[in-house]
């Protein structure tokens, strides 16, 4: 099941359903996103249906906690010259920064060295299990992640986590670890590697954090990104307002979102 968060333009308050082809369908028994994950409900949605691309599709939720986890892809570990880490290196990104699949991300006065990185986001579900997975773009600020110590501002600012563009349920997932992952800037092919290249597994990240933090329905995991970040292009390439960023996961569908100057 695709669960999703939607508006129709123009016409008041978020929905939340589920894509089923080329058509949302309304949950009408006003159940949500993460309702949906922490239940394990699959039951249909029964509501209106809207065709797809007459509807906006929102964030599926501003997760409680976004977790994010660095270097875990042993090309993007090379390309920072980073050594590889003995245990999950784990981050927040605060709630505020959840944004729609189609952005836009706005990019601060103070941020000279804008860049994205791809990821496979797990959702998480009741008791500790995995209830879906979603494609999200960590967004970093270079310069402030190499400036300061603690990387809160850099890749927690307001709208530096787009992702969607819906929340497939684990179980039409079976095989997360093994799907292509892409990304373009412009049209221009940046990232593209398989989530079979994971350092540290899901259940691993799961059990790392679990050793100190109790996951709740939604807590979202950003699971690293590979290599191929615009900070390791030579010469660098950083992302300026104008710029349109996609990112695809098989299965999980795309992320397409334009950056804009706050
Ligand atoms: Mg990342």
Not at 9 to 32: C, I, M, W
Not at 57 to 68: H, K
Not at 122 to 140: H, T
Not at 180 to 191: K, M, S, Y
Request: net charge negative; glycine share 10%.
């Amino acid at each position: 099941m695709k669960l999703c968060t939607f508006q129709i333009p123009g016409n008041g308050g978020a929905l939340a359903g589920e894509v089923r082809g080329d058509h949302v369908v309304a949950f009408n028994d006003g159940s949500t996103v993460v309702e949906r994950l922490r239940s394990a409900d699959r039951t249909p949605a029964a509501g209106d249906a809207f065709a797809l691309d007459e509807v906006e599709l929102l964030a599926p939720y501003v997760p409680r906690t976004i977790f994010g986890v660095g270097l875990n892809y042993r090309e993007h570990a090379v390309e920072q010259g980073a050594e590889l880490p003995e245990e999950p290196v784990v981050f927040l990104k605060q709630p505020g920064s959840a944004a729609p699949p189609g952005g836009p991300v706005r990019c601060p006065q103070v941020v000279r060295r804008l860049d994205y990185e791809g990821e496979l986001a797990v959702a998480m579900g009741a008791d500790g299990r995995i209830g879906g997975y979603a494609v999200a773009d960590d967004v970093s600020a270079r310069d402030l992640q190499r400036r300061e110590q603690h990387w809160t501002r850099a890749k927690g600012a307001d709208t530096f986590c787009p992702f969607g563009p819906w929340v497939t349920t684990a179980d039409e997932v079976p095989d997360a670890e093994d799907l292509a992952l892409r990304t373009w800037v412009n049209g221009e092919l940046r990232q593209d590697a398989r989530t079979s290249d994971l350092l540290f597994s899901i259940a691993e990240l799961i059990e790392f954090i679990s050793a100190t933090i109790r996951l709740e329905p939604g807590d979202l995991i950003l699971t690293g990104t590979p290599s191929g970040v615009g900070m390791a292009l030579d010469p660098r390439r950083f992302l300026v307002p104008g710029d349109i960023v996609r990112i695809e996961i098989e299965r999980l569908g795309a992320i397409e979102h334009g950056i804009v100057a706050a």
